[in-house]
């Protein structure tokens, strides 16, 4: 399952998972990506609670990022120590901007 909260302020647009971003979930989070992101050139993801990322999950991040990257920029917040070993194992690090 996953909760995808949206807070929308001028042109930014914050997005926090919570749960689990994988096969069945990532069509939700693709599906915001491709609607809401008319317009902005902020968007952060912030994964405080987000507790389980899979390939499926980073497709639609790197779909985000290339969104962005004509438009803004994108920065991924709080993501814990296992979903950055992910990022790390992927290469994503290399690719995604994590703080």
């Given amino acids: 399952m996953l909760n995808i909260t949206k807070e929308k302020n001028g042109n930014d647009l914050t997005l926090a998972l919570e749960g689990r971003l994988d096969t069945t979930t990532a069509p ?3 599906n915001v990506v491709k609607n809401e992101l008319g317009g902005v050139t902020s968007l952060v993801v912030d994964m405080t609670k987000l507790e389980y990322i899979s ?16 438009q803004g ?3 991924i917040k709080n993501a814990s120590d296992d979903i950055m070993e992910i990022f790390d194992v992927t290469g994503f690090t290399d690719i995604l901007n994590i703080e």
């Fill in 73 to 75: 920029d994108m920065v």
């Fill in 28 to 30: 939700e989070l693709e």
């Fill in 55 to 70: 390939s499926a999950g980073l497709r639609v991040l790197l779909s985000g990022q290339k969104v962005m990257n004509s």
